[in-house]
Nanobody, 124 residues
Framework: QVQLVDSGGGLVQPGGSLRLSCAAS????????MGWFRQAPGKEREFVAG???????VYADSVKGRFTISGENAKTTVYPQMNSLKPEDTAVYYC??????????????????WGQGTQVSVSS
């Protein structure tokens, strides 16, 4: 059984920074792609960023230039660094992992495993 544990959320003022983390545990696991999604109250879950085992990264337009995702341990642990946070970034953030290569990182149904979510609140 593979588990994803995401953490690092909290309350931050506009313009501040947070670093989230997602670690995979359980049976031997090597993901092809790790993704981060977020879901605000009353809205659908949306793609934030993703990283392939090769190191290729993809970002949603809403976070480009502000968020950076990195990984280690063959991408079983990933760290989204979120800078210049805005109130509209407030959401529950979820990490996700796909065992096999997926063509489009932004499609939730292509991921095999999900973390429990961590709350990020941006407010003064």
């Amino acid at each position: 059984q593979v588990q994803l544990v995401d953490s690092g959320g909290g309350l931050v003022q506009p313009g501040g920074s947070l670093r989230l983390s997602c670690a995979a545990s359980g049976r031997t696991f090597s993901s092809s792609t790790m993704g981060w999604f977020r879901q605000a109250p009353g809205k659908e879950r949306e793609f934030v960023a993703g990283i392939r085992r090769s190191g290729v990264t993809v970002y949603a337009d809403s976070v480009k230039g502000r968020f950076t995702i990195s990984g280690e341990n063959a991408k079983t642990t990933v760290y989204p660094q979120m800078n210049s946070l805005k109130p509209e970034d407030t959401a529950v953030y979820y990490c996700a992992a796909a065992r096999n290569w997926i063509a489009t990182m932004s499609i939730t149904s292509l991921y095999d495993y999900w973390g429990q979510g961590t709350q990020v609140s941006v407010s003064s």
